[in-house]
T-cell receptor, first 117, second 114 residues
Framework: GAVVSQHPSWVICKSGTSVKIECRSLDFQATTMFWYRQFPKQSLMLMATSNEGSKATYEQGVEKDKFLINHASLTLSTLTVTSAHPEDSSFYIC?????????????FGPGTRLLVL | LAKTTQPISMDSYEGQEVNITCSHNNIATNDYITWYQQFPSQGPRFIIQGYKTKVTNEVASLFIPADRKSSTLSLPRVSLSDTAVYYCLVVEAIMDTGRRALTFGSGTRLQVQP
């Protein structure tokens, strides 16, 4: 149980294009999903917290107009990197937290590696 | 700036017990401490979660002192497949701001030798 998927697993794009990454909770409903970014040999950095049906909350220093987050259902959140540039190349990981029951555990997706040329 | 810190790396041999400590001096009240394992190019995998004292499951134990300013992940009898990076995850109270921030530790790279 508690499986989270991401699509695509990797993407290469040209500078200036936009890239959409999907995060799905496959066997549970998630009121809250989180988006992280991880650079090589570094820890995960939280970018934003996404609650179903409401606007995402972005961490300080993360541009909300550049990293668009949509959480339209209890099983799907998307992150769109708009006008991507080489410095946006990174490993993007989502996580999902289950509905109710005081659940505190985040379950992570496998990550999406983005390379912007 | 609040930090959640861990030793950068640890070495061990198969069959030994490994203890990894995370320091989280600014941990917020009423939130759990969670530990994850991460292999290269994969998402973190849940290991164990606790609030205080000791928690044990089939793969690890978690020790949390009364002040909760640190936590120790204990892996009994490690094997080669336990070679990975281990992270703690806490909610930090950001000083003088009233904000709370979900924060991963700096990560500990465990290398298990045969």
């Amino acid at each position: 149980g508690a499986v989270v998927s991401q699509h695509p697993s990797w993407v290469i794009c040209k500078s200036g294009t936009s890239v959409k990454i999907e995060c799905r909770s496959l066997d549970f409903q998630a009121t809250t999903m989180f988006w992280y970014r991880q650079f090589p040999k570094q820890s995960l950095m939280l970018m934003a917290t996404s609650n179903e049906g409401s606007k995402a909350t972005y961490e300080q220093g993360v541009e909300k107009d550049k990293f668009l987050i949509n959480h339209a259902s209890l099983t799907l959140s998307t992150l769109t990197v708009t006008s991507a540039h080489p410095e946006d190349s990174s490993f993007y990981i989502c996580s999902a937290r289950a509905v109710g029951g005081g659940a505190k555990t985040q379950y992570f997706g496998p990550g999406t590696r983005l390379l912007v040329l | 700036l609040a930090k959640t810190t861990q030793p950068i790396s640890m070495d061990s041999y198969e069959g030994q017990e490994v203890n990894i400590t995370c320091s989280h001096n600014n941990i917020a009240t009423n939130d759990y401490i969670t530990w994850y394992q991460q292999f290269p190019s994969q998402g973190p995998r849940f290991i164990i979660q606790g609030y205080k004292t000791k928690v044990t499951n089939e793969v690890a134990s978690l020790f949390i002192p009364a002040d909760r300013k640190s936590s120790t992940l204990s892996l009994p009898r490690v094997s080669l497949s336990d070679t990975a990076v281990y992270y703690c995850l806490v909610v930090e109270a950001i000083m003088d701001t009233g904000r709370r921030a979900l924060t991963f530790g700096s990560g500990t790279r465990l290398q298990v030798q045969p």
